[in-house]
């Protein structure tokens, strides 16, 4: 049975910083995702204390804000059967040095902080995500 979602993936600025973009862009569209929207943007912190707001407590959230919000971003819709787990699947454990083999956070991923991209982590997060970066 098809189960058509969208999710919200971001590539976060260590690395669009290394110009990782359409690399990374690839890997969606080779594991079936289609990209239905994108924009790079640079958000203010702000805006990352916003769109991280669920972590508000967290020790790491100050430091994740001012990082969400040093560089570029790039974010995108993406479309594909169980896109919310697909995708978080994809990108593999937030270590890097945890991640499983072929994942992006595994290929791509500096450290725990710059771990190079972000996924919504439910179909109701990724409606509030999409929305915060594309609702016009
Ligand atoms: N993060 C961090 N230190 C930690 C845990 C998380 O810097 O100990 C950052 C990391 O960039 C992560 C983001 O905070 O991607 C959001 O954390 P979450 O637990 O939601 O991980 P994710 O859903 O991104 O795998
Ligand atoms: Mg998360």
Redesign the pocket.
Same mark, same amino acid.
């Given at each position: 049975m098809n189960n058509i979602q969208q999710t919200l993936s971001i590539i /976060?600025p260590d690395a669009v910083e290394r110009n990782l973009s359409e690399e990374i862009k690839n890997e969606f569209k080779n594991n079936n995702f289609d990209i239905l929207k994108e924009k790079k943007v640079k958000i203010s912190k702000s805006e990352a204390e916003k769109f #991280?707001q669920v972590?508000q407590t /967290?020790p790491?959230y100050n !430091?994740?804000c001012e #990082?969400l919000s040093s560089g570029p971003i790039v974010v995108m819709i993406l479309e594909r059967n169980e896109a919310v787990t697909e995708n978080r699947k994809l990108?593999g454990?937030?270590d890097p040095t945890k991640a499983e083999e072929g994942t992006l956070r595994k290929k791509f991923g500096i450290s725990?902080?710059k771990?190079s991209v972000?996924?919504s !982590?439910s179909l109701e997060n990724a409606k509030k995500e999409i929305d915060f970066f594309f609702k016009d």
């Open positions: /976060k #991280y972590h /967290k790491f !430091d994740l #990082y990108m454990a937030t725990i902080d771990n972000h996924g !982590d």
